[in-house]
């Protein structure tokens, strides 16, 4: 090496050290998130003591055809009526396809921009300012096209974070509109059992009424004999009218029900007096699946959606620390500018521009770090969240399975108690006919019988109606997209799997 370039060298390098050290001092006097973090995790199912209350019975989780168990043709047909015509599902779709546009605004910030202008600018030019003469004091139009580029490079993610939380937020919102076609669906289902069990009951009541007339008859013949006074007939007329009573406020709810399931079909109240009578059958056999717990965060469209709004609250959390870093900025245009139209398209218009735009935070009086504790306090929030609807989910397993079996095993008594109540029932107005006992035993055996039915008729319904919650608790057939991703083997991504960690 020639001595004479010795000093040139390590000047240089002392010139680079010296920038860098600069850098470095910029960098450490510039806003940071040091502090800042959050220690919360979104609760696994398997860590909640469910042995007993959800035990494994080698069932199915419901399909998405789950009405079909009850073999009623127009409950299928009324359920897809509703899908179609009830607004709240118009709503979610649009929700979904906002989220969707938003998605595509994030993708948007990712990628190069380029744009065309074009100006044309007729000006007074000062003759005592910049511009000197001939063009000072002078009116001269300007054309001005310009061709231009600019690119983020986005060298610390922000813009990719906000990407990944927009999708993440599609993927909550595509799940939301599952919630709201679940409630829906279950909702009518069980209006429409509701309306089944008004229809049994009125059977039953229509067969009171029948029965206190005959009743009411038999009092007749006996004042004829001499057996009983005008107190027994009132007593008699009295009890016929409270039953038609009965059978007419029947008859109103079951106007009203048909008036509820038109409101979920997204129709007038006219299309539910066009329902006819359901013909529900009993359904399947109630057998949970294995490995409930675990699978029901896959199954239950509300988990989902609070399993990837926790996902979008973390890339938040990274967009967040990036805003901490400075930002580069590429840009370039090319174009023509000159004075006039004659020489607007020749060489010497030619114009250019190239270079870095950076920003770098320093002082901003504490705004970034305020953002970041709020982003990470929406963060803690989704995931109790989560945690709170995951408790809520195996509750309601659990609720309605103990309420079917704790209904399949009144029912067994009730019906016994029906048989015996019908058995004395009928004695007792043979044997008040035949002049052997009085009207008051055989009202009393007549209400026993009465309550007795009616007990029976709401325990069946109960069942049903619980059948159907249960559908609605396992998810009603829905299984989230991305989990059947990860069960195929295809990659996901990590901040799906631990976005708590991904957070911190």
Known sequence: ?????????????????????????????????????????????????????IPQDNGHWPAADWAD????????????????????????????????????????????????????????????????????????????????ASYDLDLWGKNREALKASLSQLQATQADEEVVKLSL?????????????????????????????????????????????????????????????????????????????????????????AIARPTLGVGDEVRLPDNLPADLVSRRPDLVAAKWRVDALTHDVKEAKAEFYPDINLSAAIGLDAFGFGRFLTAASRTASVGPAIHLPIFDG????????????????????????LVTALSEVATQLAQIRSTDEQLADAQAAQEAARGADQLALVQYKAGLTNQLTVLNADTTALAADQQVANLKMNRRDQQIALAAALGGGYVDSAASVASSGAAVPAASAHPVAAAR
Do not use: H
């Open 1 to 53: 090496m020639k001595p004479q370039l010795i000093p040139r060298i390590a000047g240089s390098r002392i010139a680079k050290t010296g920038v860098t050290v600069i850098f470095a001092a910029v960098l450490s006097a510039c806003a940071n998130y040091a502090g800042i973090s959050s220690d919360k995790q979104m609760a696994q199912p398997q860590t909640y003591a469910t042995q007993q209350s």
């Open 69 to 148: 168990q009850f073999g009623d043709a127009q409950l299928k047909a009324l359920l897809a009526e509703a899908l179609k015509g009830n607004p709240s599902v118009e709503q979610a779709r649009a929700r979904v396809a906002a989220a969707a546009a938003y998605s595509d605004t994030a993708k948007a910030s990712t990628l190069p921009k380029v744009g065309a202008d074009y100006s044309l600018t007729r000006q007074q030019y000062s003759g005592t300012a910049l511009v000197p003469p001939p063009y000072g004091g002078s009116w001269q139009t300007e054309n001005k096209g310009l061709l231009s």
């Open 185 to 273: 669906t279950s909702a009518t289902a069980r209006d429409y059992n509701q309306l089944a069990r008004l229809y049994t009951l009125r059977d039953i009541a229509q067969e009171e009424i029948t029965q206190r007339e005959q009743i009411d008859r038999i009092t007749a013949g006996r004042i004829a004999t001499g057996l009983d006074t005008q107190v027994e007939r009132k007593t008699a007329q009295a009890n016929l009218a409270t039953s038609r009573a009965t059978l007419a406020a029947i008859d109103g709810s079951i106007v009203t029900t048909r008036y509820q399931l038109a409101a979920l079909l997204g129709a007038g109240p006219d299309r539910g007096l």
């Open 366 to 389: 504490g705004q970034l770090r305020a953002q970041l504790k709020g982003r990470y306090a929406d963060f803690d929030y989704a995931v109790a969240t989560y945690n709170q609807t």
